[in-house]
T-cell receptor
Framework: AQSVTQLDSHVSVSEGTPVLLRCNYS??????LFWYVQHPNKGLQLLLK??????LVKGINGFEAEFKKSETSFHLTKPSAHMSDAAEYFC????????????FGTGTRLKVLA | GAVVSQHPSWVICKSGTSVKIECRSL??????MFWYRQFPKQSLMLMAT?????????EQGVEKDKFLINHASLTLSTLTVTSAHPEDSSFYIC??????????????FGSGTRLTVV
C-alpha cells in the first residue's frame, strides 16, 4: 500500500532563510508524488508534482523537491522563506483502488518569523 | 486552466436541517470528483468518490445516508449533509479530476466550505 510520512508537524524559519519540509514515501511501484499548500480556510493549491520524469522538480513560488528513490524521500525546499509562505503543506502520493486516489500526509505547518 | 469552484464558502445551519454544498469544474470536464472532510489542524479525510452518472463510492465509516453525493453532470457534484448535527461541523473540500487536465494539474481542489451546525 502507498503511504507518505511527513516527518515534522511544525517547522519554524526566519524570513529569508531556507525552508526544508520532509516527506518519506512508501510505495510498491514507482510513485506519483505531489506537494500541496493550504492557507487558512482555503482549498489546496498544487506546488509541484513528480511523475517519474526528472527527479528534481521545480514548482511555483520558488519551491522545488527532489525525488530520491534510494532514500524513499521527496523533501520540499525553498532557498529563501517569505512571510507569505506561512501555511500548511501536504505531501501526497497517489494510489490506485478502483480509481486513482490521493493519500495525504498529516501535514506540516510552516511558520515564518519576521 | 483546471479551476474548481466550491460554494458556499461558509454556512451556518440549525441542528436537524440539511445543507447542500456545490462543487463545479469551471473550465474542464470532471469525470471523477472527490469529497474530503478536514478537522481543525488535521489532514484531509476522503469521504467519497463520485463518477458522473453513477453512484458514489463511500469510504469505510462514512454514512452514505447522511452525506448524500450527486454527480449528475461532468461539471457539477453536490454534497448534501442531511439532518446535520453539531458533530458534522467541519471543513469540507471537493476535488476534481479531468482526464485532460490531470497530467498537468493533478486533482484540482475547491476552496472549501466551513460548515457550522448550531
Amino acid at each position: 500500500a502507498q503511504s507518505v510520512t511527513q516527518l515534522d508537524s511544525h517547522v519554524s524559519v526566519s524570513e529569508g532563510t531556507p525552508v526544508l519540509l520532509r516527506c518519506n514515501y512508501s510505495s510498491s511501484y514507482s510513485p506519483s508524488l505531489f506537494w500541496y499548500v493550504q492557507h487558512p480556510n482555503k482549498g489546496l493549491q498544487l506546488l509541484l508534482k513528480y511523475t517519474s520524469a526528472a527527479t528534481l522538480v521545480k514548482g511555483i513560488n520558488g519551491f522545488e523537491a527532489e525525488f530520491k528513490k534510494s532514500e524513499t524521500s521527496f523533501h520540499l525546499t525553498k532557498p529563501s522563506a517569505h512571510m507569505s509562505d506561512a501555511a500548511e503543506y501536504f505531501c501526497v502520493v497517489i494510489t490506485f483502488s478502483g480509481t486513482y486516489k490521493y493519500i495525504f500526509g498529516t501535514g506540516t505547518r510552516l511558520k515564518v518569523l519576521a | 486552466g483546471a479551476v474548481v469552484s466550491q460554494h458556499p464558502s461558509w454556512v451556518i445551519c440549525k441542528s436537524g436541517t440539511s445543507v447542500k454544498i456545490e462543487c463545479r469544474s469551471l473550465d474542464f470536464q470532471a469525470t471523477t470528483m472527490f469529497w474530503y472532510r478536514q478537522f481543525p489542524k488535521q489532514s484531509l479525510m476522503l469521504m467519497a468518490t463520485s463518477n458522473e452518472g453513477s453512484k458514489a463510492t463511500y469510504e469505510q465509516g462514512v454514512e452514505k445516508d447522511k452525506f448524500l453525493i450527486n454527480h449528475a453532470s461532468l461539471t457539477l457534484s453536490t454534497l448534501t449533509v442531511t439532518s446535520a448535527h453539531p458533530e458534522d461541523s467541519s471543513f469540507y473540500i471537493c476535488s476534481a479530476r479531468g482526464d485532460r487536465t490531470f497530467h498537468f494539474y493533478g486533482y484540482t481542489f475547491g476552496s472549501g466550505t466551513r460548515l457550522t451546525v448550531v
